[in-house]
């Protein structure tokens, strides 16, 4: 069964610290997809990325980035000098091959960026 | 122009009553969903149709009733809302079904039921 943890659960952090939000998944499949939404204060899901399972390289996209290890089963995502605009709750998620069009999110990560 | 749309953005109503809640998406995608975010901000996902078929039914009570007329629209039926389907019910849709296509997010619609 397809399995997204997040453990930490609300991160706080001062502008223009470097951030990282920890995503573990588990699936039996070998081939599966890996998504980063983003739900910012006004309630909305903006999607940020997606990865596939043969893909490893990180992918950096401005002060975004995204280190995708299998061997660790994780799928972390580091935001460089964080901005207030930031705060959100991010959401990690997994869809799995043989599960379809399904997704399975993690619980989420809120983030809150002091200025 | 809004990709998904949904309507209402609140709704407030009593237990017992019925409600439904409506979602259009103008993006030409084939495949549509609706999830439900509880209190506690989990995200599953309710009910998936492909070009007005039903894919995914997860373990949701048949009070809720999905209706697709057309690939463009899914809306949501509730009959005889209890005090836990109080929640942010999300529409989405994606692409294609066959491919895992990044699923674009309506704006929700925060449910309340007294």
């Known amino acids: 069964a397809q399995k997204v943890t997040q453990a930490q659960t609300e991160i706080s952090v001062v502008e223009k610290e470097d951030v990282t939000l920890d995503c573990v998944y588990e699936?039996?499949?070998?081939?599966?997809?890996l998504f980063w939404y983003k739900q910012p204060p006004s309630g909305e899901l903006v999607f940020l990325i997606r990865r596939n399972s043969f893909d490893e390289q990180n992918e950096i996209s401005g002060r975004y980035s995204w280190n995708f290890q299998k061997s660790t089963s994780s799928f972390n995502f580091t935001i460089t000098a964080s901005q207030v605009v930031d705060s959100a709750v991010y959401f990690c998620a997994l869809n799995e091959e043989t599960s379809g069009s399904r997704l399975t999110f993690g619980e989420g990560t809120q983030l809150t960026v002091n200025p | 122009d809004t990709a998904v749309s949904q309507t209402p953005k609140y709704l407030v109503t009593q237990m017992g009553n019925d409600k439904s809640i409506k979602c259009e998406q103008n993006l030409g995608h084939d495949t549509m969903y609706w999830y439900k975010q509880d209190s506690k901000k989990f995200l599953k996902i309710m009910f998936s149709?492909?070009?007005?078929?039903?894919?995914i039914n997860e373990t949701v009570p048949n009070r809720f009733s999905p209706k697709s007329p057309d690939k463009a629209h899914l809306n949501l039926h509730i009959n005889s809302l209890e005090l836990g389907d109080s929640a942010v019910y999300f529409c989405a849709s994606s692409q294609d079904l066959g491919l895992p296509y990044e699923q674009y997010f309506g704006p929700g619609t925060r449910l309340t039921v007294t």
């Open positions: 699936t039996r499949d070998t081939t599966y997809y």
């Open positions: 149709y492909n070009n007005k078929e039903l894919i």
